[in-house]
């Protein structure tokens, strides 16, 4: 938001997007009755026929789906993880790395001394995206996120909760996108 000062207390939703998109740069998903790395093949349902008619089985939810890093998704998650101990006033309270973007929330409290990975003067959520994109790419070798993000400032409460359950369920929306 133009004018907005992202160094402010809060709660920030984070979005960054591999300059591939479509394909499993940082990791690959798959359903959580899937052995990982196997060739997946949706398995027939048997439904038990009583009176001749067929009987639905109780819902049951499927077990959550398993994320697979490649070496580039384990060096981003390495970095998402230090993120508090080289910026010590912002937290990751949730993330997700998903096969072309990551999904986070960053929560900046004002104080703190806002040590920084390199030297720029001033801290705010650009500076901290632009050291995590900075720190990934150049552990991997290449350069490998698009040249912006995405970033929503989270208003209240609910929005907050909201968020946390788009993040915790975007790898099961993943795998139903690909059916």
């Known amino acids: 938001m133009r004018g907005y000062d992202y160094g402010r207390t809060g709660y920030y939703f984070v979005t960054v997007c591999t300059a591939v998109r479509g394909e499993n740069i940082l990791a690959e998903i798959f359903p959580g009755d899937a052995p990982v790395g196997a060739i997946i093949n949706r398995p027939i349902i048997n439904r038990p026929i009583v009176n001749r008619l067929i009987v639905n089985p109780p819902f049951i939810n499927p077990p959550p789906p398993k994320v697979a890093l490649t070496p580039v998704g384990k060096i981003t998650e390495q970095a998402i993880s230090e993120i508090p101990s080289h910026y010590p006033n912002i937290k990751v309270d949730t993330y997700v790395v998903m096969p072309d973007h990551v999904h986070m929330i960053l929560e900046i409290h004002a104080t703190g001394d806002g ?60 795998i139903l996108s690909k059916e």
């Open 115 to 174: 040590r920084l990975i390199a030297a720029p003067t001033g801290m705010d959520l650009s500076k901290v995206i632009q050291q995590f994109k900075r720190v990934v790419s150049k552990t991997a070798g290449f350069s490998i996120w698009q040249r912006s993000y995405y970033d929503h400032i989270v208003r209240n409460r609910e929005d907050l909760e909201n968020i946390r359950q788009y993040i915790q369920t975007n790898p099961q929306k993943w």
